[in-house]
């Protein structure tokens, strides 16, 4: 079955630019979302199709492609962005959809 | 109010079966392909099942494929998902969602499969 596979942790110091790429070999063809999750709490989508941000959604937070890598950029990092995060999209005929390993990032 | 709100979930024993709902509401839910995501306690999330706006194509995860059922009422606004012959490895929170631009999800509601 297809994957999406993400780095399980990043640690950035707050101020900082946080990156977290997520690889598979159909995202050349599919878009990637992602997603913020916070403990107890539903995900949060922060970017879709790539690159573009939902309203809401600061503007720290970017995201960008280059074939099988997708790569999401949070620059300025603050306290509040602590949280798991996961890339999502589908197989190369869009009829199955997959998350990614899911990453961690920590603000030290 | 846009929102989804699941329900159905408890303790059941191994082999059992559960069917949870998710009802829609603030939006036209006949409209959008409507999906189910969990998350094992500890664990990240997983794609489980979708089904179109037309009730009738319907895909699935491998993990879960002839044992569980995803389903749709366009006329009551609500999400079904049947699940059937249990396994201690199918514990977790259950979210339906709609995913894409529009992303949309619910509280979730925790299934726990245990003797």
């Known amino acids: 079955s297809y994957e999406l596979t993400q780095p399980p942790s990043v640690s950035v110091s707050p101020g900082q630019t946080a990156r977290i790429t997520c690889s598979g070999d159909?995202?050349?063809?599919?878009?990637a979302y992602w997603y913020q999750q916070k403990p107890g709490q539903a995900p949060v989508l922060v970017i879709y199709?790539?690159?573009e941000r939902p309203s809401g959604i600061p503007e720290r937070f970017s995201g960008s492609s280059s074939g099988t890598t997708v790569t999401l950029t949070i620059s300025g990092v603050q306290a509040e962005d602590e949280a798991d995060y996961y890339c999502?999209?589908?197989?190369?005929?869009?009829?199955?959809?997959?998350f990614g390993t899911g990453t961690k990032v920590t603000v030290l | 109010q846009v929102q989804l709100v699941e329900s159905g979930g408890g303790v059941v024993q191994p082999g059992r079966s559960l069917r949870l709902s998710c009802a829609a509401s603030g939006f036209t839910f006949s409209t959008y392909g409507m999906h189910w995501v969990r998350q094992a306690p500890g664990k990240g999330l997983e794609w489980v099942a979708v089904i179109w706006y037309d009730e009738i194509n319907k895909y699935y995860a491998d993990s879960v494929k002839g044992r569980f059922t995803i389903s749709r009422d366009n006329s009551k606004n609500t999400l079904y998902l049947q699940m059937n012959s249990l396994r201690a490895e199918d514990t977790a929170v259950y979210y339906c969602?709609?995913?894409?631009?529009?992303?949309?999800w619910g509280q979730g509601t925790l299934v726990t499969v245990s003797s």
């Open positions: 969602a709609r995913l894409g631009e529009l992303s949309l």
């Open positions: 199709k790539d690159s």
């Open positions: 159909a995202l050349p063809k599919q878009y």
């Open positions: 999502q999209s589908a197989d190369s005929s869009g009829t199955f959809y997959v």
